[in-house]
Each structure stands twice: as structure tokens, then as C-alpha cells.
């Protein structure tokens, strides 16, 4: 038994951080941004294991035990989970949250992990209450946790994909890997849109669309976080609307199919979580290209150049449908 933390103690700190940071003053608790958070907190830990994914299996089948219940079974309804690029926002805040605590915590790792499905379990029986029954939330923390992991996942592996097999094996450069994942995100982002939203002028001056303004958050965020400065340069040198479309096609003709052969095999199938994934890829691809006191690439030069290929594949999308909706 481990008892060089205050458990008790550590706890219920725990858990006012997490109702504190889910908290608004105008609206008081948000519930899916607790969800959010505590699936944010269970990937970091799950992240600290030999094999996330068979920790992440383990840890539902005990939260299960805790509750007394199993999720809720069935189709989720369409609007039952926030968009992707909100569930990588606050999932982080909750990874981010969860590293503060490690940092105090003095016990082995499992015995947080339990510490914190504990607290989880409070929070979850004490909203049924309320009103919100056990296997729902049950369920979508679970579905929380599952696409957050899928990010984390996804950035990892395609950031590998690009250095194994396209620098190592086609002599690419680290620019050419940034310009081919910002250009699989905005590829994926057009498609998951459809034709109905491209043909209608997104596109006017250097204005760029609300949807592509999400996934690029979601990238300079990424980048950001991993030590990026974040300034205001991101945009600078952008094309007017006046230049021909200039999306790096070859690029992403090399790269797409190896990243839709790794979404197949995690599940992650909808478009648009697929370009969040390629989104945060792509922040963690800079991080590593413009980082340290000798970059391959400095910074005022990769986070245009990925504004660039993001933009400009999201617009080489939307003429491809405009042409053919003629």
C-alpha cells in the first residue's frame, strides 16, 4: 500500500480544480466540459502505461465496476458530442491539468489512476441526482476519451509516418512534411464540408473561412504548446485572392492514403476528425522542424508555410466541387 501522498487531501483538490477550470461565472458548471476535462485527465494517465490502449480498456471496465453500470448502448444523436476541434481543446486543458498534478504526486501511477476514477465516479452519481443518468455519462465520457486518445495517436504516428518513409526514404525536407500534412487537413476539411458549403464564395480577400479557422487553431495550439512562440507572423505572406491556387498536390497525393490507411485503423472515420488529427499533426510536425537553438526551419518561415498549404488545399478543394457543381 502506498502512502506517500495525502490522498484525501490530493483528492479534493483534484476536484475542485476540475469543477473550477469547467466553471463560468455568467453560467456556472458546463457538464460537458467536465466530461471533456476528466477524459483529458484519463488519457494523460493512460498515456503514462506501457500500452495506452489495453490501460484505457482496463480503466473502463473498472469505472464500470465503480458505477454499477455499462455505458449507454445505441447510436449517440448527431449533436450529442461537441465538434472535434472543441473536444481536442478542453481534452487538453484536462491533459494539462493532469500533468500539474503528477508533478505532486508521490505514489505509483496506478494509484492516481485509481485516485482519480474515484473521484470520476462522485461526480458522475452525483449528477444522476440531478437528473442525468449514470450510463449516459458514462458514455460519453467514454466516447470523450476514445477520440481524444485518437488525436494523441494520430499526431504521433503520422508525425513518424512523414519522418520514417517520406524523409528518410524520398529525401523530403521538414518543410515538405508540413506542407503535406497542413495540406491532408485542409483536403479533409473540404470534404467534410461537402459541395453544398463550396460553391457559395467562401473565399473573399485574404478573409479565411470560420470552419478552416477552427483546424488551423487546432494546429497553432498544437505547435504552440510544444514550445512554438505564438506571435502574429502565422499569416504573414499569405497569397491574395487575385493568385492562382497554389496547394502542394504532389504532396498530398504521397502522403493521404497513409494516413487514411491509419484512420481506418483506429476508427476515425468521420472527415472532419480526420482533419483535426492531420491538423494537430502538422502543429507537432513544426514543433519539431523550428525548435531548439539550431531549427531546420525558423519559425517566421514554417508557420506561413503552413498556413499556406492549409489554405491553399482547402481552396483547391472547394474549385474542384465548384467546377463540377457546372
Known amino acids: 500500500m ?19 477550470l469547467s466553471a463560468d461565472h455568467a453560467r456556472g458548471v458546463d457538464g460537458m466540459k467536465v466530461i ?16 495506452p490502449d489495453e490501460a484505457m480498456q482496463a480503466s473502463f471496465k473498472k469505472l464500470a465496476h465503480l458505477l454499477g453500470s455499462h455505458p449507454a448502448e445505441g447510436m449517440l444523436a448527431p449533436y ?42 462522485y461526480v458522475i452519481v452525483g449528477w444522476e441526482d440531478m437528473g442525468v443518468p449514470r450510463a449516459e455519462t458514462f458514455r460519453l465520457l467514454m466516447e470523450c476519451v476514445k477520440k481524444c486518445m485518437a488525436y494523441e495517436l494520430a499526431a504521433q504516428e503520422l508525425c513518424d509516418v512523414s519522418i520514417d518513409t517520406k524523409v528518410s526514404q ?3 525536407s521538414g ?25 457559395e464564395g467562401l473565399f473573399r480577400g485574404s478573409e479565411i473561412p470560420d470552419t478552416l479557422d477552427r483546424v488551423v487553431h487546432t494546429m497553432t495550439q498544437e505547435a504552440v504548446r510544444l514550445g512554438v512562440p505564438a506571435g502574429s507572423d502565422w499569416r504573414f505572406g499569405l ?15 504521397e502522403l493521404e492514403p497513409s494516413c487514411l ?27 519539431v522542424t523550428s525548435g531548439g537553438e539550431l531549427p531546420e ?22 474549385l474542384d466541387f465548384e467546377m463540377v457543381s457546372y
Open 2 to 20: 502506498f502512502a506517500l501522498t495525502n490522498k484525501p487531501e490530493m483528492g479534493a483538490r483534484f476536484y475542485s480544480a476540475l469543477i473550477h
Open 36 to 51: 471533456q476535462h476528466m477524459a483529458g485527465v484519463l488519457v494523460e494517465t493512460y498515456l503514462s502505461f506501457e500500452d
Open 80 to 121: 450529442a458530442l461537441p465538434p472535434a476541434h472543441i473536444i481536442d481543446f478542453e481534452t487538453e486543458r484536462g491533459r494539462l491539468a493532469a500533468r500539474v498534478f503528477f508533478e505532486e504526486w508521490m505514489d505509483c501511477n496506478f494509484e492516481l489512476h485509481d485516485l482519480m476514477l474515484t473521484v470520476f465516479q
Open 170 to 172: 524520398k529525401g523530403w
Open 175 to 199: 518543410g515538405d512534411c508540413i506542407a503535406a500534412l497542413c495540406g491532408v487537413a485542409g483536403r479533409r476539411l473540404a470534404v467534410s464540408l461537402g459541395s453544398s458549403e463550396m460553391s
Open 239 to 253: 497569397a491574395a485572392n487575385d493568385t492562382p491556387i497554389n496547394a502542394p498536390v504532389h504532396l498530398i497525393r
Open 261 to 287: 490507411r491509419f484512420f481506418r485503423a483506429i476508427d476515425l472515420s468521420e472527415a472532419y476528425d480526420q482533419a483535426i488529427a492531420c491538423a494537430k499533426a502538422a502543429g507537432r510536425m513544426i514543433a
Open 297 to 318: 526551419i525558423e519559425p517566421a518561415i514554417a508557420k506561413p508555410l503552413a498556413m499556406s498549404a492549409i489554405t491553399e488545399s482547402y481552396k483547391h478543394v472547394c
